[in-house]
């Protein structure tokens, strides 16, 4: 049907104005798919460096600590190239320029800053931060046999005799930190910092890495012996054990993180 010709000037007005809003707003634009990777680098590298940076600043050597730091700051460095030509709003831009020197020094309380960004950049270009479909615990076990055991042990504590790796493969059943599983699905994804940790970005997929991440997250603890009710796969994702305790009661994530529902925000 042919449109009139007061249609046909009504609806060209309005998607001009829908343009100009989306090239003006850039809360109303999600960055080409493309981009999407870059950011998600991006934010698993400000989760990484807030998680070690204050266990780098431990290390007792002078010359141990400055190596480690100099480890980081370039993780950082290589992630943050791509924003260099994107469309990141200008004050994300200037805050990423000014934590970046701010990794090499000794800012003990840098962790919160680093996060804090991450957060923002999270919500700005609407990354997947939590799983696409309902975990498979029983699934998870069993990628996690296939394609992390042989260094972490078949049961996530860790393989302190692996001694040609530098650092040997850490406890991750019982981490010293309280990471959430999306940051723990982006260690996951896209490996350590200088660490022989690899990525299994292209080795698993996206579905069985959020089945290992709640695998080894409801593994932490005994069997459940509390009647809660289930929340979504969603809250858990994004919910570090910490808060899980301060919310639901100590000893809540033995439930909740073994009986759980499908996400809700897909």
Not at 36 to 53: F, G, T, Y
Not at 186 to 212: C, Q
Not at 243 to 251: P, R, S, V
């Amino acid at each position: 049907m042919r449109r009139q010709p007061f249609q046909g000037a009504l609806l060209t007005c309005v998607g001009l104005a829908l343009a100009l809003l989306l090239a003006c707003d850039p809360r109303a634009r999600r960055p080409a798919s493309a981009d999407a990777a870059s950011w998600s680098r991006l934010v698993a590298a400000l989760q990484l460096i807030a998680d070690e940076h204050h266990e780098a600043l431990e290390l007792e050597q002078q010359e141990d600590r400055q190596r480690r730091l100099q480890e980081l700051a370039t993780l950082l460095e290589a992630a943050s190239l791509p924003v260099e030509r994107s469309d990141l709003p200008a004050a994300l831009k200037t805050e990423l320029a000014s934590l970046r020197p701010r990794v090499l020094s000794n800012e003990w309380e840098l962790g919160g800053p680093l996060t804090a960004l991450a957060n923002k950049i999270v919500a700005w270009a609407r990354l997947a931060n939590t799983p696409p479909g309902k975990p498979d615990l029983i699934a998870g076990k069993n990628a996690y046999a296939r394609a992390c055991a042989a260094c972490h042990g078949s049961d996530g504590s860790g393989r302190p005799e692996l001694t040609a790796m530098d650092p040997p493969p850490v406890n991750i059943l019982r981490p010293q930190v309280n990471l959430t599983p999306y940051e723990f699905f982006n260690r996951v994804t896209y490996g350590g910092a200088a660490t022989a940790m690899p990525s299994f970005e292209e080795g698993l997929t996206v579905a069985e890495r959020w089945d290992i991440v709640f695998f080894l997250f409801a593994e932490r603890w005994p069997p459940c012996r509390k009647a809660l009710p289930a929340i979504s796969s969603d809250e858990l994702a994004l919910s570090g054990d910490f808060e899980l305790g301060n919310k639901f009661g100590y000893g809540a994530a033995a439930c909740l993180r073994r009986t759980f529902l499908a996400p809700t925000s897909r």
